[in-house]
């Protein structure tokens, strides 16, 4: 049921990304008729990077690349897009959403409102997170993805993943972590109605060539890629699927309450690993 309507925020939206054309033209499609192009950053890494066909009114702006071990590299990120964030603080943004580029942050559609609609008309003491959902393809129900064709109307399982439930959204300037998984010396509060879409195992075909790169190979990173990406797909192909609206505030529960040993701000799903059919009224959204 959609709330009183409250007027509209000023809502930015920003990303970090490189040699991701396909995950982050979607990404400006999104986020741009969700918050208005305008409202958009992109910070590309890399003076040989080029801005998506897309990125026409976004604020696009090209980084000399300076890091490359991985380690090295999100710990910069994490303080360059926290910086970057308080700066469109000082420059009257009321909100800031830091994704990936293969991230998108979802108002449930049983609200009647769309994502600033929603953001707008709850109250964000720090930062708030949607729950996350990591879609993979179904090897054995789902075919191929089609790349010029929406994403959720192709896929509609996902694994219910702590790890993406993310302190995307905040209200005034913090500290994120990488991969804005945690904030500094704050908690984290999981809405009701927001969701983190994580796209990036969707397209199994592309996993695997990513799994067997020159660079994974040499980087030492196909057992890690192996646990966190393939096992996505692994799981939702071969184990049963649950109905999302069934235990989606469950999950939130326990994410809530339980916390990894290692850091008492980040949400945990105590190695469960649910997989679930995405609600119908998600497949038109991204």
């Known amino acids: 049921m959609k709330k009183d309507s409250k007027p509209i925020k000023k809502i930015a939206a920003i990303v970090m990304a490189r040699n991701d054309e396909f995950f982050l033209s979607r990404w400006i499609k999104y986020y741009g008729e969700q918050l208005g192009k305008e409202n958009l950053y992109v910070y590309l890494d890399g003076l040989d990077q080029k801005p998506p066909a897309n990125a026409d009114e976004a604020n696009v702006i090209i980084l000399e690349k300076k890091l490359t071990k991985l380690q090295k590299f999100e710990q910069w990120r994490a303080g360059f897009m926290s910086e970057r964030a308080a700066e469109l603080f000082a420059a009257g943004y009321e909100i800031v959403i830091g994704t990936d580029s293969d991230e998108f942050l979802i108002a449930d559609p049983k609200t009647g409102m769309n994502l600033a609609e929603y953001l707008s008309s709850i109250k964000i003491k720090d930062t708030v997170s949607g729950l ?27 694994r219910i993943n702590s ?22 010396k704050h908690n984290f509060k999981i809405d009701p109605n927001l969701y983190l879409i994580h796209a990036g195992n969707m397209d199994y075909e592309a996993l695997m060539t990513k799994y067997n790169s020159a660079d994974i190979i040499a980087r030492g990173e196909q057992a890690h890629f192996k646990r966190a990406r393939i096992r996505i797909v692994d799981d939702i192909s071969s184990r049963r699927a649950m109905k999302g609206d069934k235990v989606f505030w469950i999950a939130r529960l326990i994410q809530t309450i339980f916390r990894p040993p290692y850091a008492w701000n980040k949400p945990s799903m105590l190695e469960m690993r649910w997989v679930v059919k995405l609600p119908e009224r998600f497949r038109k959204l991204v």
Not at 138 to 158: F, N, S, V
Not at 163 to 184: A, C, E, L, Q, Y
């Open 132 to 158: 996350g959902l990591d879609v993979g393809e179904h090897l054995k129900k789902e075919k191929t993805l089609d790349k010029t064709k929406p994403l959720l109307a192709q896929r509609g399982y996902a």
């Open 163 to 184: 790890r993406f439930t993310k302190t995307n959204v905040i209200s005034k300037p913090v500290r994120w972590g990488w991969g804005f998984h945690r904030v500094r």
